[in-house]
Every structure is written in structure tokens, then in C-alpha cells.
């Protein structure tokens, strides 16, 4: 469990903007420009389905921004030094001036650089308040690392004025979703990022009632963002959705002691370990994936 302490210095944005107020849309380029620029698609009006296009780093500034202090960043300490403020765009206001629809049926990812994306159901954002960050005292990302001699995680990353979770499943809590090197936003309906990952048994039963269930509400927050079903999820692992419902499947101990903790089995590997998860909860991740892939063949 990643833990955000911070103070909120400004905010840039108002109840007014976010009813519905979404001055200036921005220009849609068809191409990338600059490094800055950032990919948009889905539900946007003026982009074709199928097709993305492109918003320039000038158009983000020109937007209401936050500005936090953060105490703590364990993703990047280098962010927890004293007075280090980053600001940004909170997301919900980001989609309304990039005239997304974002309404209680929708859902966005962020899409990262190396394929890692970070699915945030519109329950999510309201109840966290995501900031999209822009810039590390006035710098942009990688201007600052440079000159820290830093991570850069630019062009642009997710960071919170304060975290506190919404929910625990089982031995899983809410967690803060913060990708970093951020290139895209993609924005969709809840139904079509999860419609190849829900159990028809979620469509029947609250959340957390059964363990397929339960480990179906664990799953599309902690393993979605590094494994994909189609074209939602992230592609950073490269082992899809399918392939990890064959391994549950086939060799459920394997699975599930390699969710607890990957490292033992292979040391080199990049997915961080699950030390908190209890038996009770690696079983229910374990019978969600041998069940919904077997669901969807």
C-alpha cells in the first residue's frame, strides 16, 4: 500500500467549471508535433472513432491548475524533497475542456510510454481527484529531472493532493493509480474497458459478495494495468489477460505464488510483489481468472 501525504497550496478549478463550464476546446492536431504533445481518443467530440489526435503543451497550461506540496512520493523520492510543489489539471476538468464525455457510465486510461495504462472508472476520479501534473516547480517534468539529475517521468504523470482509500476487498486496498510517462488518454465507457474482464457473475452479485467476484474487483485495479484483454489494460508484460487465465487454470499454486511474490520464482523479473495478499485473497484471484477467461473462449 502506497501511502500520499500532501498539502494543497491552490486550486485552479471551481463547482462552476466542473457543471459543466468547459471554455476553450482545444485545437485537434492529426499528428504529434512535439514530444509534448498528448494522444487523445475515444469518446471526444471531433475525433473519429478508431482515430486519435493531438493536443499541444501550451493548450494543458492554458488550463485551471493545482498546485500541491508533496511529503511523500514513493514511486519517485526524488519528488519528497522539502518544498517540491507539482501542479496540473485535475482530471475531471481535463476532460471537459478536451470536450470527452464523462458521465457516470464513463471510464479513462492513461497510456503510458512503455505500455504500462491506468484504467480510473469515473467513481475513481470523483472520489480521488487524480491530478494530471504538468509541471515540478515550474519545470516541465523532464526539464526538472535534468536539472536534478532525476527520474524524468514526463512528458506527464498522475499524482494526489491526498490519497485515502475508497474500499477493501478481501486483503486488497484501494490504491493509488500513478502512471508516469504519460503519452495518451483514452476515453471510453466503463462497459467497454471492462467488457472483456468482467465475470458474467459480477452482473448478478455486489461486489465483494463471492471470491470470483472479489477477485474481479482486485484484478481490473491492480493486474489490468500491466496485462491487457484486447484493447483495454495495459501491454507492459506483454502476457495478456487469456494467457494469465490459462496459467490460473492449469497451475493455480504456480499463479497464485507467483502474484505473492513474483521474485522467487524468477529474479529478474519486473512485477512487483502482493506481500500483503492473504491465501484468501490469492484464491479469489486465482478462481476470478481460471473462471472469466474460460467464460470468454
Known amino acids: 500500500m502506497l501511502w500520499r501525504i500532501a498539502l494543497l497550496i491552490s486550486l485552479g478549478c471551481t463547482g462552476t467549471l466542473l457543471a459543466g463550464q468547459t471554455g476553450v476546446r482545444p485545437e485537434l492536431h492529426r499528428q504529434r508535433k512535439a514530444a509534448t504533445d498528448l494522444e487523445v481518443s475515444g469518446l471526444i467530440g471531433g475525433v473519429p472513432r478508431g482515430e486519435s489526435r493531438f493536443v499541444t ?8 491548475r493545482i498546485t500541491v506540496h508533496l511529503d511523500q512520493f514513493e514511486d519517485f523520492p526524488a519528488l519528497s524533497k522539502p518544498g517540491v510543489l507539482v501542479s496540473g489539471v485535475d482530471l475531471e476538468v481535463l476532460a471537459a475542456r478536451l470536450g470527452a464525455a464523462f458521465d457516470d457510465a464513463s471510464a479513462m486510461e492513461a497510456i503510458c510510454r512503455d ?10 476520479i470523483r472520489f480521488h481527484h487524480p491530478i494530471f501534473v504538468l509541471a515540478i516547480d515550474g519545470l516541465s517534468p523532464h526539464a526538472w529531472a535534468v536539472k536534478h539529475h532525476a527520474y524524468d517521468a514526463g512528458p506527464y504523470f498522475i499524482a494526489y493532493a491526498h490519497f485515502e482509500p475508497h474500499f477493501r476487498i478481501l486483503a486488497h486496498d484501494d490504491r493509488p493509480l500513478e502512471p508516469d510517462q504519460i503519452t495518451k488518454l483514452l476515453f471510453a465507457t466503463k462497459d467497454a474497458v471492462y467488457a472483456g474482464i468482467e465475470p458474467r457473475e459480477a452482473r448478478e452479485t455486489p461486489l465483494g459478495v463471492t471470491p470470483v467476484v472479489a477477485g474481479f474487483r482486485i484484478a481490473r485495479q491492480n493486474c489490468f494495468r500491466c496485462h491487457n484483454s484486447g484493447e483495454y489494460g495495459g501491454s507492459q508484460s506483454g502476457i495478456s489477460w487469456k494467457k494469465l487465465g490459462k496459467i490460473a487454470r492449469e497451475r493455480p499454486q504456480y499463479f497464485s505464488d507467483w502474484v505473492h511474490d513474483p521474485r522467487t520464482i524468477d529474479p529478474q523479473t519486473k512485477m512487483p510483489a502482493n506481500p500483503d495478499y492473504d491465501q484468501a485473497t490469492l484464491d479469489a484471484i486465482t478462481r476470478y481468472f481460471a473462471v472469466v477467461t474460460l467464460e470468454g473462449q
Open 57 to 64: 503543451r501550451g493548450f494543458l497550461l492554458s488550463l485551471p
Open 115 to 124: 505500455g504500462y495504462a491506468a484504467a480510473y472508472p469515473v467513481g475513481y
